[in-house]
């Protein structure tokens, strides 16, 4: 890269908002994702302008840009796959307006999605979207990946909660698309935009709605000896119409893990539980738990927990939104899948996932948004060991391959990014894939932006690079 | 016929067969856009024929736009050039219904009544209560971006559609989304769609997710003073935790509207009786759930609407929500029919500047001396009927006055505005898609991605796109 952009960057931003020495560069390499891929410099931009003028040496020395929100992605999107600068959006981490009646809020890119919710909290409200990443993962983060989480069964994606958002095209245009008052007239540009995994635009601005609290939440936990009878009780709660606020299911291999780690209260000797969630009114809350409560039973739930407190309920959330964590303390690697099934499909794909992992030599952990089919198997496996790492890809592809063939999807909620894009040809035609190229192409002409991501390349399984992921980390 | 209607239909019969090409100009009227009749209709069976069909036209550099039941086809500008109706409606059949997912793939000329019919048998619908509901398509339905009083509850069809398949101006079958509730593999073409009037693709077929029907549902009515109380009421309900499932604020006007032949012959079921008022400002709410919600809903409105000082209230139960929330999602046809020369802007403001949006707009069209009847949904939409008794110049003189005026209030308001119905011939003074906007430029980078010869609904969208 032209050195030139170091200098420009610094001219532009100072030179403590730009990082180039190759041990500054190391901590953005990677994302929550199994890949690597280092930035040549990392630029740190205060405002719209700086992200304009951030564009314009990109242009100038023809080099890639991608943005990066807190970098928890699962599948690649915020590396720079090709090099060049990195932006991350943390020093953008301002709420700029919260407008409590409207139930609207106005945010920098920068900010960490949870903190939308609690600021406003003491009025009633709150972000919908709820990522597990959701502590660490920002706004910019979310819309660029269209973030899903366990309680948009109920209550949707990051898309649907987005009104209006200020861009940065890769040209250095300002736009704004959309608009707080709702249906603006002309294409849906934000529908375009979010979830376009940063190949369109680096978003400056965000305007999202805000969702009142509901009067009564019920969690319940209800437990099984099988995993069948826990699926089945999935695919009977969704046919009977009862949608609750969220249906999460975890096998009994992942329960060990997380009780050995959080100590959430899940017990270890069962195949598989199911936190339930139904909020609401405090009429219709109390008959869906027991609507619930009741399939569970009809299908040989051993057990129906009804969280008492909001401890008690908090308790069982950190136990489901840290077990990717809890899963990282058992291998040096782990590869998280995130396919799509039909609702209908649960029970036998349980078992299909399970009959790859023995044909593959792995045991695979499965913890998942169940009410919404969106699957995230586990595979455990040693990445230093090149063997092991062409299995877990092997077996990730046929669980993939499978989701496919049941009418699904190979990703719900973390994006295609740089992981998934050879796999975009199983769902696609290269007619479909040329016309979202061309779109691409419309907004990004000269591919400066985000370049390597969502659209097959030439790139080989065996090709992917992979390191050991640090203990703890959150996802999913 | 006309001659250049005969080459063109021969050339069409070969791809769709004679019998689908209509040529003569008696039934082509009905496929009349803003006074613009096709050299040819034609009624394909697939995608396939579709495709054949457009690439046939970009060639021979013919405009198309395609028609499902025609109900919608006055709303934008009238087209630029139009020489073939792409009639849609034998791509009727439900491609895939899997009720235990809830789940749905439709072809896109299937009436959306018989939809309706086919989800009932498993208690199950589309939360779209849209206009022309006895004979609109899922397909017009959404090319025309028209929307539900049930989007209180359900949001729009961005939020509940799952994937689509289309043919590009180039003739090209694409796809985007898929059919399972959560994915974000690929752009979301599919909601670029939504409200396009066809300029980017022919809409093929479309997969939705279902829901399951509500227990039981009532509806609550209430009337106050002024149009600030009524808006009051809406407000002071959005802050509760109660989640219903319509808000409609009706002007004094529509009390007439709603009892007049024109309503009847749209919605044959009477209107409940002294329910809405004809000099009061109404507020009306539609509610579900089990009994003991249902009570809760009745007990926390009649409170809600004392403190916020309605004159009289009424609570609808189950042989009179049907016909009234029949009113409500038929509220622009019977507008429509009710004058010579209805003019309907939808007016988009945030929430709590419906107030301020209504009174501007009301007193544009008195100025103006036009009469005029507001329907306003509580999420901030508002359909403003201007209903003059005359369609001749002096009335098209006061329409464009009184909307020029209301396009300029709501921009001070944050919001927008546009006019998707009004006489054909008023089109050329009237700002049919409101004020220019902002982010123009880059829809026009869309359209030339899906449409570069600008084959499809040439010039009826934004701008002129």
């Not at chain 1, 928890?72 to 943390?90: E, K, N, W």
């Not at chain 2, 044959?268 to 539609?286: D, L």
Request: proline share 6%; net charge neutral.
């Amino acid at each position: 890269m032209d050195s030139r952009v170091i200098t420009d960057l610094k001219k532009l931003l100072g030179a403590e908002a730009v990082l180039h020495r190759p041990e500054e560069l190391l901590l953005y390499e990677y994302d929550g994702s199994v890949e690597i891929a280092r930035p040549n410099c990392v630029a740190f931009p205060k405002n719209t302008s700086d992200v304009v003028g951030i564009v314009q040496i990109a242009n100038r020395y023809q080099v890639p840009l991608v943005g990066r929100g807190a970098g928890t992605g699962l599948s690649g999107g915020a590396l720079a796959r090709q090099g060049g600068i990195l932006v991350p959006f943390s020093r953008m981490n301002r709420i700029l307006a919260i407008d409590a009646e409207n139930q609207r809020a106005t945010v920098q890119p920068g900010v960490v999605n949870a903190d939308v919710s609690v600021a406003v909290a003491h009025l009633g409200l709150h972000f919908a979207p709820d990522p597990s990443s959701q502590r660490a993962s920002t706004i910019g983060g979310n819309v660029s990946e269209n973030s899903g989480g366990p309680h948009t069964l109920a209550y949707g994606v990051t898309t649907n909660h987005v009104l209006s958002l200020e861009v940065v095209l890769p040209t250095g245009e300002v736009v704004r698309l959309g608009s707080p008052a709702l249906d603006p007239p002309g294409y849906d540009l934000d529908g375009l935009f979010v979830g376009s995994e940063g190949t369109l635009a680096l978003v400056t601005e965000i305007t999202v709605k805000l969702t009142r609290n509901p009067e009564a939440v019920k969690t319940l936990l209800a437990i099984f000896d099988t995993v069948d009878d826990a699926t089945e009780t999935v695919v009977d709660i969704t046919a009977r119409g009862i949608t609750p606020a969220a249906c999460e299911m975890l096998d009994g291999w992942t329960i060990r893990a997380v009780e050995a780690y959080v100590h959430a209260g899940f017990p270890i000797d069962c195949a598989a539980v199911l936190l339930l969630e139904v909020d609401g009114l405090r009429e219709a809350v109390e008959q869906q738990a027991e609507d619930i409560a009741e399939v569970c039973r009809l299908h040989r739930a051993r057990e129906v927990r009804v969280a008492r407190d909001e401890a008690e309920r908090a308790l069982l959330w950190k136990g489901r939104k840290n077990a990717f964590g809890a899963v990282g303390r058992l291998s040096p690697t782990y590869y998280v899948q995130d396919g799509v099934i039909p609702r209908t499909k649960l029970p036998d794909t349980l078992r299909r996932i399970n009959e790859i992992g023995t044909k593959y030599g792995f045991e695979i952990g499965n913890i998942f948004h169940a009410g919404d089919g969106n699957l995230h198997p586990i595979i455990l496996f040693d990445a230093r060991e090149e063997e092991q790492f062409r299995r877990a890809v092997a077996t990730a592809d046929e669980i993939i391959c499978f989701c496919i063939e049941m009418g699904g999807s190979i990703t719900g909620e973390h994006g295609v990014g740089m992981e998934k894009d050879r796999l975009m040809p199983l769902l696609f035609s290269e007619d479909d894939l040329n016309l979202m190229r061309r779109v691409r192409d419309a907004f990004n002409p000269a591919g400066l932006l985000n370049p390597g991501k969502i659209f097959p390349t030439a790139k080989g399984c065996g090709e992917i690079r992979v390191r050991p992921l640090p203990v703890g980390a959150s996802r999913a | 016929m006309s001659t250049a209607g005969a080459t063109v239909g021969s050339r069409l019969a070969d791809i769709v067969g004679p019998q689908h090409v209509i040529t003569d100009s008696a039934p082509l009227a009905a496929f009349a856009v803003d006074d613009k009749t096709p050299a040819v209709a034609v009624r394909p069976q697939s995608t396939a024929e579709i495709s054949e069909v457009v690439k046939f036209a970009a060639k021979e550099h013919l405009a198309v736009i395609a028609t499902g039941a025609r109900t919608k086809l006055g709303i934008g500008l009238p087209p630029r050039q139009y020489d073939i109706a792409l009639d849609m409606t034998r791509l009727d059949h439900v491609v895939a219904y899997d009720p235990g997912d809830l789940t749905l793939s439709v072809e896109a000329g299937i009436p959306l009544h018989k939809l309706g019919g086919i989800l009932a048998e498993h208690r199950q619908f589309l939360p779209l209560g849209v206009p022309y509901q006895s004979q609109t398509t899922i397909g017009g339905t959404i090319a025309s971006g028209v929307d539900s009083p049930l989007r209180q509850h359900y949001g729009t069809a961005r939020d509940y559609m799952l994937g689509m398949e289309f043919v590009t101006g180039e003739g090209i079958a694409s796809k985007s989304g898929g059919r399972v509730v959560k994915n974000v593999t690929g752009y979301d073409i599919h909601k670029l769609m939504i409200g396009a009037l066809g300029t980017l693709g022919v809409i093929t077929r479309i997969n939705f997710k279902t829901f399951p029907m509500p227990a039981a549902s009532r509806a609550f009515v209430a009337t106050f003073q002024t149009v600030e109380r009524a808006c009051g009421m809406r407000n002071r309900l959005s802050q509760s935790p109660l989640a219903p499932m319509t808000l409609e604020l009706f002007s004094p006007g529509a009390a007439d509207l709603f009892s007049s032949e024109a309503a009847s012959r749209i919605e044959p079921n009477p209107m409940p009786q002294n329910v809405i008022s004809g000099t009061r400002w109404s507020f009306t709410t539609g509610f579900a759930g089990n009994e003991n919600a249902l009570k809760r809903y009745e007990t926390d409105l009649r409170k809600m609407a004392e403190e916020c000082g309605a004159v009289d209230l009424a609570v609808l139960v189950a042989p009179q929500v049907a016909p009234a929330f029949a009113r409500k999602r038929e509220f622009v046809p019977i507008a429509l029919s009710s004058s010579p020369a209805a003019t309907i802007l939808k007016i988009c403001v945030v929430p709590m500047k419906m107030s301020e949006a209504l009174k501007a707009a009301g007193q544009a069209a008195e100025a103006n001396h036009l009469p005029w009847v507001a329907m306003a949904r509580g999420v901030g939409v508002i359909y403003f009927a201007m209903l003059p008794k005359g369609r001749n110049d002096e009335t098209k003189r006061q329409s464009a006055l009184a909307s020029n005026q209301i396009f300029a209030a709501c921009a001070a308001l944050g919001g927008h505005a546009t006019i998707p119905w009004c006489p054909a011939e008023w089109k050329d003074v009237l700002k049919v898609w409101g004020l220019d906007r902002p982010d123009f430029a880059q829809m026009q980078k869309l359209k030339t991605v899906f449409d570069p010869l600008a084959v499809l609904s040439p010039g009826r969208f934004v701008g002129g796109i």
